[in-house]
């Protein structure tokens, strides 16, 4: 009779982490991301932006890791299909002993659902024999427009999925915002856990520990998303403007689109410094500036991408058109 050791000849495949970033359009996803990175370096990224131009990777510029940008749609319509060749690609780098990492984060579109990322991880059998998904990290901004939720359904699903919620800019908000905001949470994440952030400062080990939950899949295969109505154009400004003249160009349009404008956000070179300015606005807000490191891959052209709900006929000319004439 022949014995056979299943040990020894079997090998049982290491699976690497993946945790999920997501959150509405302007909730600090790439703020948390940004922090978490410092305490947790030997982790590969992808980021996928929803629009051609590709802004988020810039606020990760000190950290030297494995970054992959997935840009020109969201993971839950148009780039779904380019997320597991890359994932087979990453594990591949990673068996190589070529590209070390320890966890692989996944940080969505603004204007994503996370349920198909969650399918490609569940469902795809040679990812899910080699990626294990730890947890669903969803941001939501305390001063956000309560009106998003009803408005949006991609903020609720965003919601719905999470494991932890993580609530942010609650040093800009008021006690009557806190209230609304936590309310809507009980409504839409009830069995989440719930933490609060400041500029996305939190221990690694409180916003990264998942208990073991069941997650039902689908019997049937995830069909397509409906369309979700989100419009983005890309301004390229090759020569600095003072930021003075972009704040007063960004306030007309707020002031002027107010049910439309969704987010901005970009790189812009100014006349006095070389480093390049951050810039980001949502709905009824500008944020205050930062200036970023110089990196030497830097080409001093400045970036903006407008996101809007449906598309703004002329937008582009009239912004451009104000940005040169002031």
Not at 80 to 86: A, E, I, M, R
Not at 139 to 148: D, F, L, N, Q, Y
Not at 285 to 312: F, M, Q
Request: proline share 6%.
């Amino acid at each position: 009779m022949n014995h056979y050791n299943l040990s020894s000849s079997v090998k049982a495949l290491e699976r690497i982490p993946v945790f999920i970033i997501s959150g509405f359009l302007g909730s600090g996803k790439t703020t948390l991301l940004n922090q978490l990175l410092t305490h947790v370096p030997r982790s590969a990224v992808i980021i996928n932006e929803f629009g051609a131009t590709p802004i988020d990777q810039q606020l990760l510029r000190e950290h030297k890791i494995p970054l992959s940008t997935l840009a020109g749609g969201c993971l839950c319509c148009q780039v779904k299909g380019s997320l597991t060749p890359l994932l087979k690609n990453l594990r591949m780098a990673w068996d190589s002993g070529n590209t070390p990492f320890d966890r692989v984060i996944i940080e969505t579109s603004g204007v994503a659902n996370p349920e198909p990322i969650l399918d490609i991880l569940l469902r795809e059998r040679w990812l899910s024999k080699r990626y294990s998904l730890q947890g669903v990290i969803s941001t939501v901004s305390a001063i956000m427009a309560e009106e998003h939720f009803d408005y949006f359904p991609e903020a609720r699903a965003q919601l719905a999925w999470a494991d932890t919620v993580v609530m942010t800019q609650t040093d800009l908000a008021n006690a009557q915002q806190l209230e609304r905001i936590s309310t809507r949470l009980d409504q839409l994440a009830p069995a989440a856990n719930r933490l609060v952030v400041v500029q996305g400062d939190i221990a690694p080990d409180v916003l990264l520990d998942f208990p073991k939950k069941f997650r039902q899949l689908r019997n049937d295969k995830l069909s397509d998303l409906p369309d979700h109505g989100f419009s983005t154009l890309s301004l390229q400004l090759e020569h600095p403007l003072p930021w003075e003249r972009v704040q007063k160009v960004l306030d007309d349009l707020i002031t002027h689109y107010p049910s439309q404008l969704v987010r901005v956000k970009g790189l812009i070179y100014t006349p006095e410094q070389k480093e390049p300015l951050l810039v980001q606005a949502t709905s009824g807000k500008i944020y205050p500036p930062a200036r970023l490191p110089i990196r030497a891959s830097d080409d001093g052209i400045g970036r903006l991408v407008i996101i809007t709900r449906g598309e703004v006929s002329g937008l582009a000319e009239v912004l451009m058109a104000k940005l040169q004439s002031i």
